[in-house]
């Protein structure tokens, strides 16, 4: 494997970082991450809580080109590499506000471009989180050639719904359910909060009792009883973005973004709409335990594809699995998850 850091020229002039990995043997196809929301280098450094170093994409990097796959990583506006735990990264904030969806979707194109230029005409966009949603939209503006999408961490609604739905209650519920539902209820019951199956409840819960967590005394925890946590946020946050809080939104929540970014976001189309238009493979990576776009906006879209009678969509399911589908099974275990596997192997395959 050799790698390369570059910076190409986008549309509007701004210089994109990106960092491409390739093959010994050189081959055709090459895979783009499309960056998940927030502020991302083309490392994306980390530190685990004993200090241990790691590079996220250092994964995706050996693993695709040992399959003869070139992969490239970029940088979101306005973020440079740092030093500083926990991102690893500096912000330029003038260039952070040119962080928005239409200028990621143009800066995506120009590395498609570039890439087509060096020889590579077979590309596919794996597109995580917001880049479920970027990717889609790249593919839409048919300026580039994409020939398959991979999208993890699905958005299926439009921004606005997935935070709302987040913000409810729901993420704490999947959070926790992965700990204490044993039976795949979908919802806690008393018997398995009390059996603690891995002994963090009290580190959960500081020793509350189920009657305490239980709000509405139904007898279940379900988003319910979590929602009052997380709707006094959610209504923060909603009037800072159309304030144009930046500041507010700097301090107070908890991935980095601006109302501009937010606002953007809010006004497009969801991928419910767009992705039945689309007529290349499109594969969905989807985590039974995913607390921040949920497994269900996979069996959406497949079921709003099989109405159409489209059959140009795969969904891949894992149980168990996270938002991230266990990346860090890698990291900790030296294993890579069944869902991250199978992202490699569908790009090999395709």
Request: charged share 25%; net charge negative.
């Amino acid at each position: 494997m050799t790698e390369r850091i570059l910076s190409l020229r986008a549309a509007d002039g701004y210089g994109i970082l990106l960092k491409l990995s390739e093959p010994e043997k050189k081959g055709r196809k090459a895979v783009v991450f499309v960056n998940g929301s927030g502020p991302n280098t083309y490392d994306n450094k980390r530190q685990l809580p004993d200090g241990t170093l790691f590079s996220y994409f250092d994964l995706f990097a050996s693993q695709f080109t040992n399959r003869k796959i070139a992969f490239c990583r970029y940088s979101t506006r306005g973020v440079f590499p740092g030093e500083q735990p926990p991102l690893f990264a500096e912000i330029n904030e003038k260039e952070y506000q040119t962080y928005l969806p239409h200028t990621s979707v143009s800066d995506i194109e120009a590395i498609v471009l570039y890439l087509n230029r060096i020889g590579y005409d077979k590309i596919f966009l794996l597109g995580w989180s917001e880049g479920s949603i970027l990717a889609p939209l790249v593919v839409r503006n048919e300026a580039v050639k994409i020939d398959a999408l991979l999208l993890a961490g699905y958005c299926n609604e439009n921004l606005k719904k997935i935070l709302t739905w987040q913000l409810t209650g729901n993420a704490s519920l999947i959070f926790y359910r992965r700990l204490f539902d044993y039976h795949r209820r979908g919802y806690i019951s008393r018997e398995d909060f009390e059996e603690d199956r891995f002994h963090v409840r009290d580190q959960l819960f500081g020793g509350h009792s189920f009657a305490e967590i239980d709000l509405d005394h139904d007898g279940i925890l379900t988003e319910k009883d979590f929602a009052p946590a997380s709707i006094e946020h959610l209504n923060a946050m909603l009037r800072a973005i159309e304030s144009n809080d930046d500041e507010w939104l700097k301090n107070n929540h908890s991935v980095r973004l601006t109302s501009a970014w937010f606002k953007e976001h809010f006004s497009l189309k969801p991928n419910k709409k767009i992705l039945p238009r689309l007529n290349l493979p499109i594969h969905i990576f989807s985590g039974e335990y995913d607390m921040m776009t949920p497994s269900f906006y996979a069996d959406d879209i497949e079921s709003e594809f099989a109405k159409r009678g489209k059959t140009n969509l795969t969904v891949h399911r894992f149980q168990n699995h996270d938002h991230d589908l266990n990346y860090m099974h890698y990291i900790v275990y030296g294993k890579i998850s069944e869902g991250i596997m199978a992202i490699l192997n569908t790009a090999a395959a395709l």
